[in-house]
């Protein structure tokens, strides 16, 4: 008898251990590294519109709003990465542990800084890496995940860019 359980509970045994694990799922959105050269900084996360599957049939979500990149107030909180001496319109590489679907990015020269009217310059991303100015900037950065069934949504990141001072 127990020999014939044991076959009729053999079959739900292997269903159940190929079912596999559970979808990761991101509760808020990655980090954003900002390199350049040997220097890194983590990107001051700012707009945000999140949801994410509680496992149990819901979702749960928040949304977030932040200063604008170039608010005078912004100034002190916004991280500063240090392009390397000598470095002319130096590149950047952006790093996501889970990276998005889509990123644009947006800068503007640092000396507009309080200016949060001042037009900003569009600029291409290439494989996640982009040219800083010349001159310190401010850039933007705005990324798009999306994954229907589990996590996803939009962030916005900010960073200055600029010689030491």
């Not at 076959?7 to 509760?27: F, N, Q």
């Not at 107030?73 to 002319?88: K, Y």
């Not at 947006?106 to 494989?127: F, N």
């Not at 040219?131 to 850039?139: A, F, I, K």
Request: hydrophobic share 35%.
């Amino acid at each position: 008898m127990k020999r014939y359980l044991c076959l009729a509970l053999l079959p739900l045994a292997l269903l159940v251990g190929c079912t596999g694990p559970a979808p990761e799922v991101l509760t808020e959105p990655p980090a954003l590294t900002v390199r350049c050269g040997e220097t890194a900084v983590e990107a001051l996360r700012g707009t945000t519109s999140w949801y994410y599957d509680n496992g149990d049939g819901t979702q749960s979500g928040f949304e977030a709003d932040s200063l604008h990149p170039m608010d005078e107030a912004a100034r002190d909180l916004t991280p500063r990465l240090i392009p390397p001496d000598g470095s002319e319109a130096p590149a950047a590489s952006l790093e996501w542990d889970t990276p998005p679907d889509t990123v644009t990015v947006r800068r503007w020269s640092d000396t507009l800084w309080g200016d949060t009217g001042a037009p900003a310059e569009e600029v291409a991303v290439e494989d996640g890496i982009i040219t800083l100015s010349e001159g310190g900037c401010v850039c933007e950065v705005a990324a798009l995940w999306s994954s229907p069934e589990h996590w996803g949504g939009t962030a916005s990141y900010s960073f200055h860019a600029g010689p030491a001072k």
